[in-house]
Nanobody
Framework: QVQLVESGGGLVQAGGSLRLSCAAP????????MGWFRQAPGKEREFVASITWSGARTLYTGSVKGRFTISRDNAKNTVYLQMNSLKPEDTAVYYC?????????????????WGQGTQVTVSS
């Protein structure tokens, strides 16, 4: 079992920035692909970004391309999501997830472990 802990959420004005972190205390996930998903009230959980274990390949959903950056530091067992130029429609609970085996980067069903989520609220 891998426990994932997100942090860094909060309230920010439109145009502002936040950096989310996802850590796995006491565990290494250097061999796992990692993803960020989000879920707004009344909506399904949607893919935001993913990164392979080496960091060599990243994938973003179209609405965040050019604004969000996913990265990882395997030495610190931490994955980051830098969010710039935030918009009110980015408001959601953000979840990080770890994928042990091969699968589809943007499909939540491919991921094996999930964090508890962190709230991001962007005011207009």
């Amino acid at each position: 079992q891998v426990q994932l802990v997100e942090s860094g959420g909060g309230l920010v004005q439109a145009g502002g920035s936040l950096r989310l972190s996802c850590a796995a205390p006491g565990r290494t996930f250097s061999g796992y692909s990692m993803g960020w998903f989000r879920q707004a009230p009344g909506k399904e959980r949607e893919f935001v970004a993913s990164i392979t274990w080496s960091g060599a390949r990243t994938l973003y959903t179209g609405s965040v391309k050019g604004r969000f950056t996913i990265s990882r530091d395997n030495a610190k067992n931490t994955v980051y999501l830098q969010m710039n130029s935030l918009k009110p429609e980015d408001t959601a609970v953000y979840y990080c997830a770890a994928r042990v085996y091969s699968g589809t980067d943007n499909d939540p069903r491919s991921y094996d472990y999930w964090g508890q989520g962190t709230q991001v609220t962007v005011s207009s």
